[in-house]
């Protein structure tokens, strides 16, 4: 099992998003329960392009630190919506003999639904920690609504299994043991 810790980048880790504070707790267990279990955790983030204000070098692409990685922990950039769009990421997952991979970060309605079926269209298990995505408004949706549709209507018994943190945590025990 790998942990995929995606876009949670300075310039859009902040309260504009559904249930910040929680989205943050929820998001720092779940690191440090895959650190001690002895799960890798991998951190991507998303290059918008220079010139952007979100791109390398900018203080906005950096990572939230308040879920910062540790040295030794792999961090890919991307260019587009999945994950998976980095090759080099792509071609290391797809290379695991574990297929289960569980997926936190930002923001819910794009990077995450992009790379959650990105992974499962390439046979991955897909594990979703409650609580542990989020995103913005939208002209369409509050940033709630936008949460609970992909996280309790989209994925569940589709493209992920949608956990409870709890459960999540356990999942880790029990799957790498």
């Known amino acids: 099992m790998i942990l995929l810790v995606i876009d949670i980048q300075k310039g859009i880790t902040d309260e504009r998003l559904y249930d910040y504070e929680g989205f943050i707790n929820r998001t720092s267990r779940i690191i440090s329960a ?25 203080e906005e692409f950096e990572i939230a630190d308040a879920v910062a990685p540790k040295s030794d922990e792999k961090i890919f950039v991307k260019i587009v919506n999945s994950c998976f769009g980095n090759k080099e990421l792509a071609e290391y997952l797809d ?12 923001q819910t309605n794009y990077c995450i639904d992009a790379s959650i079926k990105s992974a499962f269209d390439r046979g991955f298990k897909v594990i979703i920690p409650e609580g542990t995505n989020s995103t913005f408004d939208n002209d369409y949706m509050d940033k709630e609504t ?32």
């Open 95 to 106: 290379k695991q003999e574990d297929k289960s991979l569980m997926i936190v970060g930002l």
């Open 34 to 58: 895959s650190r001690d279990k002895g799960v890798e955790v991998i951190y991507v983030q998303h290059d918008d392009g220079p010139g952007t204000g979100f791109s390398i070098g900018d």
């Open 146 to 177: 936008t949460y609970r549709y992909y996280n309790e209507l989209i994925w569940p018994d589709r493209f992920a299994e949608c956990v409870s943190l709890d459960a999540a945590i356990s999942f880790l025990s029990d799957h790498n043991e």
